[in-house]
C-alpha cells in the first residue's frame, strides 16, 4: 500500500484545514487507519484513528471536538478534517495503515505498516 498525504499548509489560528491521505496498491476500507503528527523537537504522536471497516473512531484528548477523521471507501482515501487550530497543532502529519491493529494498540506507532511522507500544517498565532 502506498499512502500519499495532502492538504497541509500555512493558516492562522482558529482556522480550519482538511487533509488527505490517498491510498493506492490495493484497498484500505478494511484497514485500520490512523493519523499521527511530528512536532519540532517532539516525538511522533497519536491524533485520530478509525478501527478496521467500522465507524468507530478515536482521538487524542488534545485534538477532541476539533479534529475529526473519515473514509470515503469508493476514493480510497481517509481524511483528517481540522477545526479551531492553535499553534500547538503545528506538525507535520502523517498517515498510516494497518490490517492487522487491534484495538489496544491503536494509539501506537508501531501498530501501522504503512506510512504517507508526511504533509506539514503550520498555524501562525
Known amino acids: 500500500v502506498q499512502l500519499v498525504e495532502s492538504g497541509g499548509g500555512l493558516v492562522q489560528a482558529g482556522d480550519s484545514l482538511r487533509l488527505s491521505c490517498a491510498a493506492s496498491?490495493?484497498?484500505?476500507?478494511?484497514?485500520?487507519m490512523g493519523w499521527f503528527r511530528q512536532g519540532p523537537g517532539k516525538d511522533r504522536e497519536f491524533v485520530a484513528a478509525l478501527f478496521r471497516s467500522g465507524s468507530n473512531t478515536y482521538y487524542a484528548d488534545s485534538v477532541k471536538g476539533r479534529f475529526t477523521i473519515s473514509r470515503d471507501n469508493a476514493k480510497n482515501t481517509v481524511y483528517l478534517q481540522m477545526n479551531s487550530l492553535t499553534p500547538e497543532d503545528t506538525a507535520v502529519y502523517y498517515c498510516a495503515a494497518s490490517s492487522r491493529a487491534i484495538l489496544s494498540t491503536l494509539t501506537s506507532p508501531n501498530t501501522y505498516h504503512y506510512w504517507g511522507q508526511g504533509t506539514l500544517v503550520t498555524v501562525s498565532s
Open positions: 496498491g490495493r484497498t484500505i476500507s478494511r484497514d485500520s
